[in-house]
Every structure is written in structure tokens, then in C-alpha cells.
């Protein structure tokens, strides 16, 4: 049984940080690409950033780069969000997903709250 558990969220203040991390089990974590999604009220769900299955390549969404940072370790099976300078338009439900070709799994969600 495949299983992704995001973990992490929480309430923060704006340009405070909070680090998300998403456990895998049931697959072979190494052979999967990560990436973070979120979905704000309202709105449809996007991509966050992502990264190679070996993590030696990173991509991010303009709104966060310089700001987030993704990361991996094979050996926990668990992939990483840093999230730096955090904004109150970073509200949302963060979701992890797991890619292998044309199979795909998803987490069930972190609620992120940037408010004063």
C-alpha cells in the first residue's frame, strides 16, 4: 500500500519559515520524482517545486524561487520543503506528490497558514 504523509504545517507569520516534509512508503522511494503542490481557496492546485529522482535537479514556480527550497533523502524515503520569508499569499494545502512515468500518487495535504 502506497502511502505519502505530509507533516509540517501550521500557522506562521509573515517572513516567518516552516519546513514541510512528505514520508513515502510502499514504493521505491528513489525511483520517483517529487514534487510539492499547493491549493489555495478558490483556486486551482499548482506546482510548488519539484526535483530528480537522484535530487540533482530543482525546478520551482517563479512566485517562490529564492524563497523555497526542495530536498530529498533516498536513504528516509522523504522529500523536503523549506519555505523561507513566507507571504500571506502562501496560504494554502500543500500537497506532495510522487512521479514514476505515468504512475503518479499524492499525499493528503498540509494546511500552511501565513497570518499576523
Known amino acids: 500500500q502506497v502511502q505519502l504523509v505530509e507533516s509540517g504545517g501550521g500557522l506562521v507569520q509573515p517572513g516567518g519559515s516552516l519546513r514541510l516534509s512528505c514520508a513515502a512508503s510502499?514504493?521505491?522511494?528513489?525511483?520517483?520524482?517529487m514534487s510539492w503542490y499547493r491549493q489555495a481557496p478558490g483556486k486551482e492546485r499548482e506546482l510548488v517545486a519539484s526535483?530528480?529522482?537522484?535530487?540533482?535537479?530543482?525546478n520551482y514556480a517563479d512566485s517562490v524561487k529564492g524563497r523555497f527550497g526542495i530536498s530529498r533523502d533516498n536513504a528516509k524515503n522523504t522529500v523536503y520543503l523549506q519555505m523561507n520569508s513566507l507571504k500571506p499569499e502562501d496560504t494554502a494545502v500543500y500537497y506532495c506528490?510522487?512521479?514514476?512515468?505515468?504512475?503518479?500518487?499524492w499525499g493528503q495535504g498540509t494546511q500552511v497558514t501565513v497570518s499576523s
Open positions: 510502499g514504493v521505491t522511494f528513489s525511483r520517483y520524482a
Open positions: 506528490k510522487a512521479l514514476q512515468q505515468f504512475i503518479e500518487y
Open positions: 526535483i530528480s529522482r537522484p535530487g540533482d535537479t530543482t
